[in-house]
């Protein structure tokens, strides 16, 4: 089973996927400590690697039963896809905690509230699962994903988005 635990950074992936492998008894990838590897530009505007995802993907396809825990992890080929959301305004304080420069905290709360990592997983893969980590223990969240891998979540691809935080937008402009 190859599982991506994909979200905005900040969403609790690399807390939430050791939890859930070992649950589910499979090896985290983390595709950040690769990601040097298959940089394909810098973008200094944004201070942000562009990674190849097609080179990464040929990487990750000679793998075995993974979850690959990463915010790109969702481009590649796997068997379930769970996508890790949290409200932006919780974001916003993770990023600013990590040292995240103000306009990146914006940028990755925007894309967040715009449903961008969702709305590309659903565009590649049949079945997504958003699970909603806002104020909620690294366990129980580990036990959603867990749920949703066996199939007890709705499919936001097929179900349509399920978390909405579009009115964040409106109150933040």
Same mark, same amino acid.
């Given at each position: =089973?190859? @599982?991506?635990?994909?979200?905005?950074?900040?969403? &609790?992936?690399?807390?939430?996927?050791? $939890?859930?492998?070992?649950?589910? *008894?499979?090896?985290?990838? +983390?595709?950040?400590?690769?990601? !040097?590897?298959?940089?394909?530009? #810098?973008?200094?505007? !944004?201070?942000?690697?562009?990674?190849? @995802?097609?080179?990464?993907?040929?990487?990750?396809?000679?793998?075995?039963?993974?979850?690959?825990? &990463?915010?790109?992890?969702?481009?590649?080929?796997? /068997?379930? %896809?769970? %996508?890790?959301?949290?409200?932006?305004?919780? $974001? =916003?304080?993770?990023?600013?905690?990590? &040292? #995240? &420069?103000?306009?990146?905290?914006?940028?990755?709360?925007?894309?967040?509230?715009? *449903? $961008?990592?969702?709305?590309?997983?659903?565009? !590649?893969? +049949? +079945?997504? #699962?958003?699970?909603?980590?806002? /104020? !909620?223990?690294?366990?129980?969240?580990?036990?959603? @994903?867990?749920?949703?891998?066996?199939?007890?979540?709705?499919?936001?691809? =097929?179900?349509?988005?399920?978390?909405?935080?579009?009115?964040?937008? +409106?109150?933040?402009?």
């Amino acid at each position: =089973m190859r @599982v991506a635990l994909t979200g905005t950074p900040g969403t &609790g992936k690399s807390t939430v996927a050791p $939890l859930m492998a070992e649950e589910l *008894d499979l090896e985290v990838v +983390e595709l950040s400590r690769h990601a !040097r590897e298959f940089a394909a530009e #810098y973008d200094e505007e !944004r201070g942000s690697t562009e990674v190849d @995802v097609d080179e990464m993907g040929d990487w990750a396809a000679g793998l075995g039963d993974v979850v690959f825990d &990463g915010h790109v992890s969702h481009h590649l080929d796997v /068997d379930h %896809v769970v %996508v890790l959301r949290c409200h932006p305004d919780t $974001l =916003m304080e993770r990023l600013r905690d990590r &040292g #995240y &420069g103000e306009s990146k905290v914006q940028e990755n709360a925007s894309s967040e509230a715009l *449903d $961008l990592v969702v709305a590309e997983a659903i565009h !590649r893969h +049949e +079945e997504v #699962y958003e699970v909603d980590t806002t /104020d !909620r223990s690294p366990e129980d969240v580990a036990e959603d @994903v867990v749920e949703a891998v066996r199939g007890g979540l709705v499919n936001a691809s =097929m179900d349509g988005i399920t978390v909405d935080w579009s009115s964040w937008l +409106e109150s933040s402009t």
